[in-house]
């Protein structure tokens, strides 16, 4: 029995193991287990001359399926033990800083709109989307100060922006300045830089959160939604869905027209290939990280702040592991005889440089039990606007695991700590 049949296995025992109520999409273990197999299996097809995964890589993976599932599921069934339940995870605790918001969004917009408009004068001028995407992506962040305020400011709030929009669509006061400004965001990042993530993000965000509401009606979301019909509700979420849908794919074709089915295949096929290969400079080095590579977004947060104000030299382990990880992102190995690609080196990559076999197996569990024990909280206790963001955000990071772990990028780091300590305020009421 091939790996793939025993992770579907373990996707459907997962499944039926749950109680009905956990039975959906929005549950991570099942999201999660699901992925892997789906990425397993097309890694295992072998199309379009793609090299073959390592079994010590198939077997990893496996590994940190299990972990995660395990940790998962320690958190529902800790779901039932009494703790004492913080504030800011009560049902009408807090409510959105909208004037804040609106203030925040308006400056995005005025710091992406040149790279949106030399971008439109590029495509004017012949350039496919994708040119446009190799002409003027920059890097996420560098060592320099001078990239402070785009890579520590701008791209945080942008990515919160993101979340908070919807979450006030579907659960909140649905105030449309604010909607339609985070909407001419998103469109604006997506134009300026060629990339699909942000449409992605706010697709994703949109169809959890319906599911969300579904799930959880006896809790009565104060949300103006309550005043719909269900088939109105139902109505106006496949509308918008199919709308965006219907963005992802034109904005795909714009970008991969001539290929699109071998890009869709490479992305969600290619990360055991890479695994592999980066694995295999791990052993090399003899690299380990010991928390340095999957917890790189704080530290090198904290680093990063300490060596440019007071010039004192970075952190050996932390440097060291974020050069690890910028090699990930600029190397390109052969993913095939005539295909590099780079980047998509999953979660397992970033447990397994930090410590192995041993790293997978206790932070994949650990990555589980924090996600899944989120997703209790909303399933059980009555949940703010607050936890389900934060939720929403840390759902995503499971999505794109067969990417990279998210906890690795300081950007991410300070778009949920500016979601759960800046977004929201205290309800008057």
Same mark, same amino acid.
């Given at each position: 029995?091939?790996?793939?049949?025993?992770?579907?296995?373990?996707?459907?025992?997962?499944?039926?193991?749950?109680?009905?109520?956990?039975?959906?999409?929005?549950?991570?273990?099942?999201?999660?287990?699901?992925?892997?197999?789906?990425?397993?299996?097309?890694?295992?097809?072998?199309?379009?001359?793609?090299?073959?995964?390592?079994?010590?890589?198939?077997?990893?993976?496996f590994?940190?399926?299990?972990?995660?599932?395990a940790?998962?599921?320690?958190?529902?069934?800790?779901?039932?033990?009494?703790?004492? &339940?913080?504030?800011?995870?009560?049902?009408?605790?807090?409510?959105?800083r909208?004037?804040l918001?609106?203030?925040?969004?308006?400056?995005?917009?005025?710091?992406?709109?040149?790279?949106?408009?030399?971008s439109?004068?590029?495509m004017?001028?012949?350039?496919?989307?994708?040119?446009?995407?190799?002409?003027?992506?920059?890097?996420?962040?560098?060592?320099?100060?001078?990239?402070?305020?785009?890579?520590?400011? *701008?791209?945080?709030?942008?990515?919160?922006?993101?979340?908070?929009?919807?979450?006030?669509?579907?659960?909140?006061?649905?105030?449309?300045?604010?909607?339609?400004?985070?909407? *001419?965001?998103?469109?604006?990042?997506?134009?300026?830089?060629?990339?699909?993530?942000?449409?992605?993000?706010?697709?994703?965000?949109?169809? &959890?959160?319906?599911?969300?509401?579904?799930?959880?009606k006896?809790?009565?979301?104060?949300?103006?939604?309550?005043?719909?019909?269900?088939?109105?509700?139902? !109505?106006k979420?496949?509308?918008?869905?199919?709308?965006?849908?219907?963005?992802l794919?034109?904005?795909?074709?714009?970008r991969?027209?001539?290929?699109?089915?071998?890009?869709?295949?490479?992305?969600?096929?290619?990360?055991?290939v890479?695994?592999?290969?980066?694995?295999?400079?791990?052993?090399?080095?003899?690299?380990?990280?010991?928390?340095?590579?999957?917890?790189?977004?704080?530290?090198?947060?904290?680093?990063?702040?300490?060596?440019?104000?007071? !010039?004192?030299?970075?952190?050996?382990?932390?440097?060291?592991?974020?050069?690890?990880?910028?090699?990930?992102?600029?190397f390109?190995?052969?993913?095939?005889?005539?295909?590099?690609?780079?980047?998509?080196?999953?979660?397992?990559?970033?447990?397994?440089?930090d410590?192995?076999?041993?790293?997978?197996?206790?932070l994949?569990?650990?990555?589980?039990?924090?996600?899944?024990?989120?997703?209790?909280?909303?399933? !059980?206790?009555?949940a703010?606007?607050?936890? *389900?963001?934060?939720y929403?955000?840390?759902?995503?990071?499971?999505?794109?695991?067969?990417?990279?772990?998210?906890?690795?990028?300081?950007?991410?780091?300070?778009?949920?700590?500016?979601?759960?300590?800046?977004?929201?305020? !205290?309800?008057?009421?």
């Amino acid at each position: 029995m091939n790996i793939n049949m025993i992770l579907l296995g373990t996707t459907v025992f997962f499944i039926l193991l749950s109680p009905r109520q956990f039975r959906t999409i929005v549950n991570p273990g099942i999201i999660f287990s699901a992925l892997w197999t789906f990425v397993v299996f097309l890694s295992s097809l072998q199309l379009l001359d793609m090299y073959s995964a390592s079994n010590d890589v198939f077997l990893i993976i496996f590994c940190g399926v299990l972990a995660f599932l395990a940790g998962s599921m320690l958190a529902r069934l800790s779901k039932n033990i009494k703790l004492k &339940i913080p504030n800011y995870l009560k049902n009408g605790e807090v409510t959105i800083r909208y004037n804040l918001l609106i203030i925040l969004v308006i400056i995005c917009i005025v710091y992406y709109l040149p790279s949106f408009i030399r971008s439109i004068l590029f495509m004017l001028k012949g350039l496919s989307i994708n040119d446009v995407r190799s002409l003027i992506q920059d890097s996420e962040y560098s060592k320099g100060f001078n990239n402070f305020i785009p890579n520590f400011i *701008i791209l945080p709030i942008a990515i919160s922006l993101e979340v908070i929009g919807i979450v006030d669509f579907w659960l909140a006061k649905r105030n449309k300045t604010f909607i339609v400004l985070t909407l *001419i965001l998103v469109l604006i990042r997506v134009l300026g830089d060629g990339g699909r993530t942000p449409i992605f993000n706010v697709l994703l965000y949109f169809i &959890i959160t319906f599911f969300i509401i579904q799930e959880s009606k006896q809790r009565k979301y104060l949300s103006k939604l309550e005043k719909l019909s269900e088939k109105k509700v139902r !109505k106006k979420f496949r509308r918008i869905a199919t709308l965006g849908v219907f963005l992802l794919v034109i904005l795909t074709f714009m970008r991969t027209a001539s290929s699109i089915f071998r890009k869709i295949y490479f992305y969600f096929s290619m990360s055991p290939v890479l695994l592999t290969w980066w694995i295999n400079e791990v052993n090399v080095e003899k690299y380990r990280g010991y928390g340095a590579v999957s917890f790189n977004g704080v530290l090198y947060f904290f680093d990063y702040f300490i060596h440019n104000i007071s !010039k004192i030299d970075y952190t050996p382990f932390v440097i060291d592991a974020y050069n690890w990880i910028a090699q990930t992102d600029s190397f390109w190995p052969k993913i095939a005889p005539t295909t590099t690609a780079n980047a998509y080196v999953s979660c397992f990559w970033f447990f397994y440089a930090d410590a192995g076999i041993i790293g997978v197996l206790v932070l994949s569990f650990l990555y589980g039990f924090v996600v899944s024990r989120y997703y209790f909280i909303i399933k !059980k206790e009555k949940a703010n606007l607050c936890t *389900i963001a934060v939720y929403l955000l840390l759902f995503q990071g499971v999505c794109f695991s067969f990417i990279r772990f998210p906890f690795a990028k300081a950007y991410y780091i300070i778009a949920l700590f500016f979601i759960r300590f800046i977004a929201f305020k !205290k309800s008057l009421h």
